[in-house]
Nanobody, 116 residues
Framework: QVQLVESGGGLVQPGGSLRLSCSAS????????MGWYRQAPGKQREYVAR???????NYGASATGRFTISRDNAEKTVSLQMNSLKPEDTAVYYC??????????WGQGTQVTVSS
């Protein structure tokens, strides 16, 4: 069973930065895509970013130019560096991985609050 543990959420002032991390464990032969979604109160889950096993990245409109996704294949981790944070970035952030031969797995979510 694949398990994901997220860390790095918290409270930050507008304009500040946070780095989220997500570590995968369990029986994993290989991980294809890794990425992040977020969900704000009363809103649908929103795509943030993804990174392929070869390092190609893609970002949602809200993340482009401010967020950077990276991964460490050996450590089975994916990170999200978030800069220039805005109050509208407040949400629960969920990481996911696409393991070979398995369904997409999700983390438990980590709260990010951007407020002065």
């Amino acid at each position: 069973q694949v398990q994901l543990v997220e860390s790095g959420g918290g409270l930050v002032q507008p304009g500040g930065s946070l780095r989220l991390s997500c570590s995968a464990s369990g029986s994993i032969r290989r991980i294809y895509d890794m990425g992040w979604y977020r969900q704000a109160p009363g809103k649908q889950r929103e795509y943030v970013a993804r990174i392929t096993s070869s390092g190609s990245t893609n970002y949602g409109a809200s993340a482009t130019g401010r967020f950077t996704i990276s991964r460490d294949n050996a450590e089975k981790t994916v990170s999200l560096q978030m800069n220039s944070l805005k109050p509208e970035d407040t949400a629960v952030y969920y990481c996911y991985v696409d393991p070979a031969g398995d369904i997409r797995r999700w983390g438990q979510g980590t709260q990010v609050t951007v407020s002065s």
